[in-house]
């Protein structure tokens, strides 16, 4: 289970409010090339649920299922005791949630202060509900995944206090 960071209160001003605590249960599932097809109809199956859209996330029975890259799925916020088998001949599976603190961004600014720190179009047209990207912010690995109102990051626990510093010396411009 990842430990929290600070107190999950939100902070920030009322434009944008930021509340850092710990990430879903994440699990990454990684294919073989010449065995995605197959493997991922197969694990889609077990779960209940349609193959996401690259870039997007689905609801599973139990939690969510994203397609984070071209070979390359998560399944977060499943229960904690159901581990997922991928046979090594389909690829692999790692639980990498233990590592990744979510740092949530609410509020009406919300796109415009993570705009100042992600070369992303976040725009709901572009970026709209159920959409998830990878990006790199300051030398570390982040992704982002849409809220209904707003954004959650999941970043390295190690950078999660300073993005989160950041964050709020820019969120005082939208009070």
Do not use: N
């Not at 605590?21 to 199956?45: K, M």
């Not at 912010?137 to 999660?160: C, E, I, K, N, Q």
């Amino acid at each position: 289970m990842p430990r929290a960071l600070g107190d999950g209160a939100p902070e920030g001003p009322r434009g944008v409010t930021l509340a850092l605590g710990p990430a879903p249960e994440v699990r990454r599932i990684a294919f073989w090339p010449d065995r995605y097809a197959a493997a991922a109809a197969r694990l889609c199956a077990e779960l209940r649920a349609p193959l996401p859209a690259p870039g997007r996330i689905t609801e599973a029975a139990a939690g969510r299922l994203a397609r984070i890259a071209p070979l390359v799925l998560w399944r977060l916020d499943a229960p904690a005791e159901e581990a997922i088998f991928v046979p090594p001949e389909d690829g692999a599976a790692a639980e990498v949630g233990p590592g990744l603190a979510r740092l949530s961004l609410r509020g009406p600014d919300a796109a415009a202060l993570l705009a100042r720190a992600v070369s992303l179009d976040l725009r709901p047209d572009a970026f709209g509900r159920d959409a998830i990207a990878q990006t790199a912010w300051r030398h570390a690995s982040v992704t982002l995944m849409r809220a209904d109102d707003g954004f959650d990051l999941l970043l390295p626990l190690s950078f999660a206090e300073d993005a989160l510093t950041v964050l709020q010396k820019h969120a005082v411009q939208f009070d």
